[in-house]
């Protein structure tokens, strides 16, 4: 028990049940969204807005149930993880925000437009760099140990012994 009151496990089963919660709501925000591009009048304005919320969600989500381990949940990932969804979430909507003024002449950003530089450079590269060097630095706490593969290994003795005894003869 920790000195909240809390064991670890219900600490992973929040970290879950959130990322849970998340999946859905970003997953119902896309599907709304791509709905919205169905209606009559052709496709209202606050689509584009809720994919730029929903995608950066729904990805943030299956990052965590990724990651989520036993004792731990994400444990040090949490910053990174916040971080390449603020990332995706601040890049779509400046994406979106920025007015469609451009033109021949327009201001280049690293030899981009800005819509594109944002794009490529805010919400393609940047998770790019950080998720990978994140993952590096807690990969010492985040792979399985002896005691988790023992713990797997007799939990897959134990599914064999079931199935085994459940079969007719």
């Known amino acids: 028990m920790t000195e909240s009151g809390e064991t670890t496990t219900t600490t992973a089963d929040n970290t879950r049940r959130a990322a849970l919660v998340g999946l ?7 599907a709304t969204a791509y709905a919205g591009a169905f209606l009559p009048g052709g496709t209202p304005p606050w689509a584009p807005w809720l994919l730029a919320l929903g995608i950066p969600i729904a990805l943030g989500a299956i990052m965590i149930l ?14 990174p993880f ?19 003024t451009e033109g021949p002449l327009s201001r280049l950003w690293l030899g981009l437009p800005a819509r594109a ?17 994140a993952y590096a630095l807690t990969f010492e706490a985040q792979i399985l140990n002896a ?10 003795r134990e599914y ?10």
């Open 82 to 100: 916040a971080f390449v969804v603020a990332v995706l979430a601040i890049g779509f909507c400046a994406a979106l925000a920025i007015p469609a």
């Open 117 to 133: 530089a944002i794009v490529i450079y805010g919400i393609g590269l940047l998770p790019i760099i950080v998720l990978p060097v």
């Open 24 to 30: 859905i709501v970003g997953i119902f925000a896309i």
């Open 66 to 79: 990724g990651a989520a381990r036993g004792r731990i949940g994400i444990g040090p990932l949490k910053y």
């Open 147 to 156: 005691e988790d593969v023992k713990r797997v290994r007799e939990l897959g």
């Open 160 to 169: 064999k012994t079931r199935s085994e005894g459940e079969q007719p003869s």
